[in-house]
């Protein structure tokens, strides 16, 4: 009979994500303007060293700290591993910074509008968008790949609720970012990724649910339209490119009834919930995350939208390949 001693757990069970959207945007240029360097200065590296250096409280931040490390990694003057080596918690703040922000910046194909591609995408016979329009042509790129959850052109509200007081059910802590707006404005995929929940809840009224393929990051929309709360083709199991419309704003939720405006205020509840061991996906060991400064760094990319004409849907007017999407 054994005596051995159970495994250690060893994954993160808490995150206090208060990274500003000015720290997120400062990095995250730095990244694209260094991707053809040298040095290619990762963002998520950069704000994983200033994490630990402000013990996570990004209140202090300065964009001259930031500024200070790259120059001093570009002119090869240090290394991170050298400058974090002494770094008692550098390796936690990058473990759960890439678990926050790890799908959302990379390569990418895109469509975009023929008038503004570069000469060398349009010589004859290049390929054109959806279905050979000419108005519009794909191109490669490198960059942001996460949008904003609201689609570009409709307008909305919001204030950092994170953590406020709800007491439908039983009282508790907002565990999400609102965005207060139009009834039907188009929703949409932040991130690429598959549909793991689809349908009613007491709640969150119609809502998605929708997890990252590396299973690090599940994305949730809820109080979804009344009457016609998805896109059509959505289902469990679905998978979903960032930017796709996959739902309408709306004021479902807080009852048993199904698709019952119980909410007072039209609007999206939006949350991410960080996942590092799957014991944390539901129950008392859930991690989600203060979307707010994310949200207003991720605005800088929404999705363009059009009507269907003849139904309730809108669809995304430029297309989009994510490598991260698993091949059919």
């Known amino acids: 009979m054994s005596t051995a001693a159970p495994a250690k757990e060893s994954y993160i069970k808490w995150v206090d994500f208060n990274v500003t959207s000015q720290a997120l945007n400062d990095a995250f240029r730095y990244d694209v303007d260094t991707v053809q360097s040298p040095v290619h200065l990762n963002w998520i590296e950069l704000l994983a060293y200033l994490g630990a250096k402000y013990g996570g409280d990004f209140s202090h931040y300065q964009k001259k700290d930031l500024d200070v490390l790259a120059n001093a ?72 790949k996460a949008f904003s959850p609201i689609a570009k052109h409709f307008p909305y509200s919001d204030y950092d609720d994170f953590g406020a007081a709800r007491d439908y059910g039983y009282r508790r802590q907002h565990l999400g970012h609102d965005f207060l707006g139009q009834t039907g404005t188009p929703i949409i995929a ?94 008392n060991h859930e991690i989600w995350i203060d979307c707010y400064e994310l949200s207003k760094f991720l605005r800088q990319h929404q999705s363009e939208t059009q009507k269907i004409e003849g139904t309730k849907e809108w669809n995304r007017i430029y297309d989009f390949r994510d490598p991260a999407v698993p091949s059919s």
Not at 105 to 111: I, T
Not at 219 to 237: D, I, M, T
Request: aromatic share 14%; net charge negative.
């Open 190 to 283: 932040v991130e690429s990724g598959v549909v793991e929940a689809i349908g009613w809840n007491q709640y969150g009224g119609w809502r998605l649910g929708i997890r990252s393929f590396d299973k690090k990051r599940y994305y949730y929309y809820a109080h979804l339209r009344k009457n016609y709360p998805y896109q059509s083709c959505l289902e469990e199991g679905s998978i979903v490119q960032a930017g796709d419309v996959i739902g309408y704003l709306g004021r479902t939720g807080y009852s048993t009834t199904e698709n019952t405006n119980n909410i007072d205020e039209s609007h999206l509840h939006f949350g991410i919930q960080l996942i590092f061991d799957e014991s944390q996906k539901e129950g």
């Open 73 to 144: 990694l570009t002119d090869g003057s240090e290394t991170m591993a050298h400058l974090t080596e002494h770094m008692q918690y550098y390796s936690y703040y990058l473990e759960a910074y890439t678990a926050v922000l790890g799908g959302m910046v990379g390569e990418f194909e895109s469509e975009i509008p023929s008038s503004q591609a570069p000469a060398y995408l349009l010589p004859s016979g290049t390929e054109g968008g959806a279905e050979g329009d000419p108005e519009k042509v794909w191109a490669k790129q490198y960059g942001l």
